[in-house]
């Protein structure tokens, strides 16, 4: 498996130039988001260190947000052409996971290193092997350990500084949902929940002011909590609430983090309803309210109903709409997001199952 190296702090970027050194890079294919790459401030620094170490380089961003298994393949292309010695991925999640999935679709070996420079503190795709692409509206979903886990990654809050507010808050939530999946994920060790734990603390303490009055301290802690937050997952995996936000966010074009949000009071509410006979972790039902009542205590509230209420009040705190219908989702649109909200790879991962009627109740009460 991949031993990754990080670097965390205001700065960090500079250490771009010792990992270009360590490794003898000579030839760097940059896969970079279409504006981040410009508005964070990066462009400027990575340019300056990749030209002063003499280091040829070739600029790949033409893909979407959500990105297309077409667009990877054309980048894919565009790699073996140029016979790189290695990647950089500077931006969101999407950047990261294109430049994983170039890795995985030519079975490129670990000495070819990726190096993952997050312009984003949310998606936490720097410190996790998993990469999300799509075939038109449909998610997919790979990751290799051995390849794809980044081999480098610089955590530099700086380039988050010129983040707009509804990207801040969007992955930020994206950061809280993946650390409260993965604290009742049926796979959670006690590793992955410790990650948890830390990153949900750091964005209760720091999303707000960081998405609406924003300082140095408050950026970084959130930047540390995207990136617990990926560690717990990459153990633990996520589970409903990821799977039923990829279609909301491909058919309704709500934002990843965002979609990923809308679900998260209320499936922590249904979590705590799990009985012997929905429940799918093998530790049991009462090890399963004993972890929702732990998230409880985590949230600084008394019960679940009061949980639900603290994480709606908090995406409204930070300008994020919870009501679908005001997002453009109609009740009339529930059942694309029944029918394509079961991904079974992570609905199974949910410590109650989830049935459609079920998940059917949970979308009418965010009406």
Known sequence: MISQEEYFGLGSLNKLETILKKENLKKVFLVTGKNSFILSGARKKIENILDKNNI???????????????????ATKIFNKGKYDSIIAVGGGSAI???????????????????????????????????VYY????????GNLDITLPNYSIC??????????????STGIDALGQAIESYWSINS?????????????????NLEQAVNNPTNESKENVMKAANLAGKAINISKTTACHSISYPITSYFNIPHGHAVGLTLGQMLEYNFGVTPEDCLDKRGEK????????????????????AREKIKNLMSNIGLETNLSNLGVHVKDLEILVEKGFSPERVKNNPRLLTKDSLRKILNNLY
Request: proline share 5%; glycine share 4%; hydrophobic share 35%.
């Open 56 to 74: 040829d380089y070739e600029r790949f961003s033409n893909f979407s947000p959500n990105p297309q298994l077409s667009e990877i393949k054309k």
């Open 97 to 131: 996971d294109v430049a994983k999935a170039i890795k995985i679709y030519k079975k490129i070996s670990h000495k070819k290193p990726l190096i993952a420079i997050p312009t984003t503190a949310g998606s936490g795709s720097e410190a996790t092997s998993f990469i």
């Open 135 to 142: 075939t038109g509206k449909e998610k997919q979903s790979k």
């Open 156 to 169: 530099d809050p700086e380039l988050t500084f010129s983040l707009p507010k509804k990207i801040a808050a």
């Open 189 to 205: 060790i006690e590793k992955s929940k410790q990650f948890a734990q830390k990153s949900i603390k750091l964005l209760l303490n």
């Open 287 to 306: 090890y399963v309210q004993n972890i929702i009542n732990n998230l409880v205590n985590l949230l600084g509230v008394k019960n679940v109903s009061q």
